[in-house]
């Protein structure tokens, strides 16, 4: 009798550490391990997305046009001039940004420390290829000086021929700001990173075609790409 017992006591205790595994093999993920069901991994957002070369290809046999292109996190990853900014004059907020001496200096030198994009130049070279009238509108505000080194640096990263260079145009910062500029160089298409370049793009009558902005980036939030209805150029983050 004390043998079955035994025996008895021993099968509850294999079934009780059976079950034990089981419920916590079956219990809710931690949220060091959420987890994520396959509807959740293949989800895709609704977005235009473009290639470079689609973008040539529905130019193909147009006149030249005018495009313009926007700097910071379009054509240059900016943010190590801009984060060194920041440590410099506000190293606990934004406030750098409202600092003409910011930018004085960021529009005087700084870019060299900017990594020009692989995306930016693709864009670049398809649209010099074809003859096309480029200008580089900036929400920057002009260095109080007049000067700057801007324009050069682009024309050294992205190897712009002299006769096809123009001057960055400083915008400044604000809704709206670029909106003048490109009507009056008569801008087709523009491309920019931010919620405001294809605002401004459509309120001037011309594309505007987003550039993903680097997720590095020290430019927050980060905005809705296609939240628009625009097209967005793929693998254009770096």
Known sequence: MKNRTKALSALALIFSSYFSIQHAISAPSTDIFPGATLTQLQSQYPIHWVSVEQISA???????????????????????????GKMIYSPDSFDFLKNPKFWDEVSNGWDKFSVPKISGAALLNMHLSRGDRVYFITGRPMPSSGKETVTKILQQDFNIPDEQLNKVIFAGIGDGAKVSHM?????????????????????????????????????????????FGEKVVINSDY
């Open 183 to 227: 009507k009056e160089k008569n801008i087709s298409i523009f491309y920019g990173d931010s919620d405001n370049d294809i605002a401004d793009a459509r309120a001037a009558g011309a594309e505007g075609i987003r550039v993903l902005r680097p997720l590095n980036s020290t430019n927050k939030p980060m905005p809705k790409n296609g939240d």
């Open 58 to 84: 529905s130019l193909k046999g147009k006149e030249p046009i005018s495009v313009g292109f926007d700097i910071d996190d379009t054509l240059l990853y900016s943010s190590p001039a801009f984060f060194y």
